[in-house]
């Protein structure tokens, strides 16, 4: 069975920093991009950053660049995104999601798979 799992987001101050995890089961990263999601109260759903299952290649969000990297450990089956400097707007939904592509991708169509999501706040 094909899954992704984020464990807990969190509360985080403004400026502060979170890191989130997106633990993949039933297929190998070896063959899927992962994308990373956000989608904020009465927002439509938005990428903000993707990895790519061959050469490790990245994509940033301009919203996010500079603020948040991911990354991804193989043999642990793991998806990071460290988001660092946070703000208000970063508060939102966060889901990892799969691709079955070559490279990379932000378009929600290509990811055929999704977690469920975790929340992640940032308030004073």
């Known amino acids: 069975q094909v899954q992704l799992v984020e464990p807990v987001g969190g509360l985080v101050h403004p400026g502060g920093s979170l890191s989130l995890s997106c633990v993949v089961s039933g297929f190998t990263l070896d063959y899927y991009a992962i994308g990373w999601f956000l989608q904020a109260p009465g927002k439509v759903r938005e990428g903000v950053s993707c990895?790519?299952?061959?050469?490790?290649?990245?994509y940033y969000a301009a919203s996010v660049k500079g603020r948040l990297n991911i990354s991804k450990d193989n043999a642990k089956n793991t998806v990071y995104l460290q988001m660092n400097s946070l703000k208000p707007e970063d508060t939102a939904v966060y889901y990892c999601a799969a691709a079955i592509i070559a490279n990379m991708s932000m378009i929600r169509a290509d990811f055929g798979t999704w977690g469920k999501g975790t929340q992640v706040t940032v308030s004073s």
């Open positions: 990895i790519s299952s061959s050469d490790f290649s990245t």
